[in-house]
Every structure is written in structure tokens, then in C-alpha cells.
């Protein structure tokens, strides 16, 4: 994926984000678009991009909500890269790996944001263990979702392709 | 080779970004005070994209409801929507007069009127991390809005302005986890505060075991932060524990639907506890 796409990808993902997903949040769960994104490039142009993707993310998710600039940052970089590193090392292609690598993923995006932000003592998080499952389990399955709506689009353009020039002789 | 070259080099990229990035948390951490300028700028910047999303967004969806819809139904729906939301303010104006007249009646015979300046704002985005429970409405500074004013809605407290820019602002919602007000149950007089989870839900600290406190009571807000007018409604008891220590564990269901909110209320007016910290400070 190029540059260009990758910070056009973040960017619907966080304009997506302040402005769709405030009706989709539901109690505690709630999807963060901005982590799908940054580990579906991961997954899809390996580390580099990953977490190049995931400090751009990140602290572009800093600087608009009213967090300490480099915390979500650092949290989606360490995200990127090792699901990058995951992505070549080990074959993601089907459904299930996808979902435990997005599953993964949210959570140890989680354990680095929120484990940050108890270690500086700036903010407390009680038990957020149902709010944390409940988000890695919907950001799995839109990742998982986004994985193969990517898939399948291409290949339904050839296919509509190659049924017209089928009629045309 | 040339993949252990790669491997390399974003090995050594990931180690400069966490590094820098590190020294940007620790550079804030050690010198912060109030909003740290790069936040507000950028803030400043994207608000200005969300507002244009905004636009497109609410012109498509109107443009469905108010016209392919139901065009008429909306329109009445819209001036009765505008009516109840009038009265509930009203309610809860004289709510507060009423609460704020009984107690200083009793206490110094005095009788005081209350009269709120607000300023009314349109939200235009939601937090770009699910981790905040924050919103951007369109007002700013240049509309006489600051820093820790409160904001309202119909129902009741939706939370505290906490970034403004020149033409919007960012307001951080009573149900974040860093957020909190002085509250008051309506019923017993029992004071305590009210804090946020990060989920739907409120929880109230510092009420003493010794108060008769049962689901269904009304929270409303005691005036004492400073940042919230007293009287206001915050939500209802949902449910009350005994912690086993010296103060009871209580749930709270905030009044105000934070997923339907598509206006608030800005208090310009400042509340009496500010207005004596701003005069001890002068």
C-alpha cells in the first residue's frame, strides 16, 4: 500500500470516528476504526508501514482528544509493527487468524495505552476488562469485514469484466 | 539477506519513532499546565474539517428525513421538539431557583433570583479515540465561550468545556473517566461526587453509610466545583451497594442521552464559586 493511501486510510478512519461511530458505540463497546486501519496495513505492507502508520494514527488520535500527545502513539506503533512482523512471518489469509490478530492486537493496544496512563498516574481505568473484550471482539470483526470486502471487490470488477466480453462473442 | 535487511532497518525506525515519541510524553508530563498549544492548534484545524463532515453529513440526513421522508411530520416534529426542550430548560431554571430560593430563605432570609446567559451550540463530532468520551460543538471563543464552562442540554448535565478554539470547542462528557461534578441527592441532602466510568453509567463517591439512600433518587448538582450551576439535574439512582467501608457504592443513570445529543447549552453565566475564587485571585 502507498504512503498516499495509508494516510488517506487513516484519515476516512478518523473522520469515520468523530463522526459515524458516536451512534455505534453501545455501553462499553465501542470499535476504534483508527487501530482497524492501522493493523490491516500492517497485516497487509508488513512492519515499516505498519508502525509508520500507527504514530500517525496515533498521535493523530492524541492530538484531538484531550490526551498526553505520544501515549496513544506509542500504543498503535508497537501495535503496527508486531502485527506487521506477524503479517510476514506467518500466513493471515483466512478468517480466524485475521479475527485473533485484530482480537490481539486491541488488547495489547489496551494493556501499553492504559498501562501508560496508570504507570504516569494520569488517569484510572478500574476494571475495564468487559469494555476491553467487547472492543477487540468488534474490531475484529470489522477488520475481518474490511479484509474481505478488499478481497472480494476486485475480484467482482473482473468477473463482471469477463462475463461482458463472454456475451460479446 | 534482503529481508534481514528490512527486518533491520524497521527495526531500528521502530526504535527512533518509540523513542521519540517517549520524549514527547515525558516533555509533557514534566511541563504541562492548562492546554498544551500544539493540542489546541491542531484541535483548532481539524475542528474545522469536522465541521465541514458535519455539514455533509446532517445535509444528507435531512435532506432524507426532511424531504424524502416525512416533510411535514418533521417539521412539527422539529417546533415541538424545540417547545419541550424550552420547557425542560425552564423546569430545570426554576428547579435550581426554587432549590437555590428554599435554602437561602431558611438559612439567611434572603430571596435571590437566577438567571442563566447560554449560549446554544450544535454538536459537529464526536472523540477520535473511543478511550474519550468527548464532543465538538460549533461555538467558540469568539461566541464568548471559555475554558470550564459548564454544558446543559434539556434533560440535564452533559459535561465541561475543555478545549475551545476561535469557532468550536471541544466539551468533555460527564460519563469520561476523568471527568466529575459535586452532586447532591435531591431527596436526602446528601452531598458527594460524581464521577465518570467511561461506559453509559455514573457512579457517586463519598456518601456516608449513614444516609437513607434508595434507587430511583435524584442526583442533581451542589454548585460546589465551581464549573456546574447548582440544582442541576445529573441522573438517577440506579442502584446502591454497601461497600463495607464508610461509604455506599452508587450507581447513577446519567438524564441525558449522550448518544442522541444534537444540541447543548453553553452557561456563559458564571457560577457564585468561581465568581469568589475569580475575586480572591484579583
Known sequence: MKAVGVILAVAVALAL?????????????????????VVYVALTSGPAAGLLSGTFAG???????????????????????????????????????????????????????????????????????????GQATANAVVGVVAFQLAELLPGAVERRRAGKSRLRR | ?????????????????TLGQILLVSAQVNSKSGVPVIESVTFGIFSEVQRGLSGGFLGIRSLWTGYIGLRH??????????????????????????????????????????????????????????????????????????????????AGVVGRLVVPSMRSAKVQLLIDRNAAAGAII??????????????????????????????????????????????FVIGQIESVERSGGAYKRITIKPAVDFRSLEEVLVVLTPTPAREAAQGVSE
Open chain 1, 17 to 37: 470516528q468523530t463522526t459515524a461511530a458516536r451512534f455505534l458505540v453501545r455501553g462499553s463497546v465501542a470499535v476504534d476504526l483508527v487501530l482497524v486501519v
Open chain 1, 59 to 133: 498521535l493523530a488520535q492524541d492530538a484531538l482528544s484531550s490526551s498526553v500527545i505520544g501515549i496513544g502513539g506509542l500504543a498503535k506503533t508497537l501495535v503496527g509493527f508486531l502485527a506487521g512482523i506477524i503479517g510476514t512471518q506467518f500466513i493471515v489469509t483466512a478468517s480466524l487468524p485475521r479475527f485473533v490478530v485484530f482480537f490481539g492486537a486491541t488488547v495489547l493496544h489496551a494493556v501499553v495505552f492504559m498501562g501508560l496512563y496508570v504507570l504516569l498516574d494520569l488517569r484510572h481505568f478500574g476494571e475495564p476488562y468487559a469494555a476491553v473484550a
Open chain 2, 1 to 17: 539477506m534482503a529481508i534481514l535487511d528490512i527486518r533491520q532497518r524497521s527495526g531500528y525506525l521502530f526504535l527512533a519513532v
Open chain 2, 73 to 154: 411530520v418533521k417539521a412539527e416534529n422539529d417546533t415541538l421538539k424545540r417547545d419541550l426542550a424550552a420547557a425542560q430548560v425552564a423546569v430545570q431554571e426554576q428547579r435550581a431557583l426554587a432549590d437555590r430560593t428554599r435554602g437561602l430563605e431558611n438559612l439567611l432570609g434572603l430571596r435571590q433570583q437566577v438567571k442563566l446567559n447560554t449560549v446554544a451550540a450544535e454538536i459537529i463530532g464526536a472523540a477520535a479515540s473511543p478511550d474519550f468520551r468527548t464532543l465538538t460543538i460549533d461555538k467558540g471563543t469568539r461566541d464568548g465561550v471559555r475554558a470550564d464552562m459548564s454544558v446543559i442540554a434539556p
Open chain 2, 186 to 231: 435531591e431527596r436526602t441532602r446528601a452531598q458527594g461526587v460524581v464521577v465518570g466510568g467511561g461506559d453509559d453509567r455514573l457512579r457517586m463517591e463519598y456518601v456516608s453509610e449513614v444516609f437513607d439512600i434508595v434507587v430511583g433518587d435524584v442526583v442533581v448538582t451542589s454548585g460546589i466545583d465551581g464549573i456546574y450551576p447548582k440544582g
